[in-house]
Nanobody, 124 residues
Framework: QVQLVESGGGLVQAGGSLRLSCAAS????????MGWFRQAPGKEREFVAA????????YYADSVKGRFTISRDNAKNTVYLQMNSLKLEDTAVYYC?????????????????WGQGTQVTVAS
């Protein structure tokens, strides 16, 4: 079982930037899709972004497209989420997740392993 640990969350002003990191406890397989999700208080967990093992394919939620960038460094077993132009509505706990399949999906139910989450708070 892969352990995931997120870091990089914090408090930032609207319009600012943060970079989240997700370190895996072991090398992920060549099939593993990695994704970021978020959950705001009182809301369901929602898809943010995902990336294929090679990094050649990425997919974003419409709400973050053009502002967030997902990337991965397989040599470091790490996935990143660069978040720019942050908005108040981006405030949430952000989770890293992985699935041992080639196909990117936005459904959290189809991801096999999860991190504990890191809080991102955007202030006005």
């Amino acid at each position: 079982q892969v352990q995931l640990v997120e870091s990089g969350g914090g408090l930032v002003q609207a319009g600012g930037s943060l970079r989240l990191s997700c370190a895996a406890s072991r090398r992920t397989s060549s099939r593993d899709v990695m994704g970021w999700f978020r959950q705001a208080p009182g809301k369901e967990r929602e898809f943010v972004a995902a990336i294929s093992w090679s990094g050649g394919t990425t997919y974003y939620a419409d709400s973050v497209k053009g502002r967030f960038t997902i990337s991965r460094d397989n040599a470091k077993n790490t996935v990143y989420l660069q978040m720019n132009s942050l908005k108040l509505e981006d405030t949430a706990v952000y989770y890293c997740a992985g699935r041992g399949q080639l196909i990117i999906t936005t459904s959290p139910r189809l991801y096999d392993f999860w991190g504990q989450g890191t809080q991102v708070t955007v202030a006005s």
